[in-house]
């Protein structure tokens, strides 16, 4: 069964960094496509960032230039690496896939930035 389990979040100051891991299991990881979305309070979930199986990425203008996403495929593990962070980042994320015509996600990170 496909797991994906998020960690990393926290608060951190306008400014400031933080990275967030995405742990999969059940699955054939290396063949897989992975997402990072984020959901503020009383927003809609938005797509942050794409890395494809062969690497490739793509991000929201939102944040480009600032997050970084990366793939470790010895380690089963996407991340996303957040700096210059600023209050508008403060939400949920969650990581994505997408397997047999299934998208699977995993349970969220917070991530709270003070100004």
């Known amino acids: 069964q496909v797991q994906l389990v998020e960690s990393g979040g926290g608060l951190v100051q306008a400014g400031g960094s933080l990275r967030l891991s995405c742990a999969a299991s059940?699955?054939?990881?290396?063949?897989?496509?992975f997402t990072w979305h984020r959901q503020a309070p009383g927003l809609q979930r938005e797509l942050v960032a794409v890395?494809?199986?062969?690497?490739?990425?793509n991000y929201a203008d939102s944040v480009k230039g600032r997050f970084t996403i990366s793939r470790d495929n010895a380690k089963n593990t996407v991340f996303l690496q957040m700096n210059s962070l600023k209050p508008e980042d403060t939400a949920v994320y969650y990581c994505?896939?997408?397997?047999?015509?299934?998208?699977?996600w995993g349970q969220g990170t917070q991530v709270t930035v003070s100004s």
């Open positions: 890395i494809s199986s062969t690497g490739s990425t």
């Open positions: 994505k896939t997408i397997r047999g015509g299934r998208a699977y």
């Open positions: 059940g699955m054939s990881f290396n063949i897989n496509a």
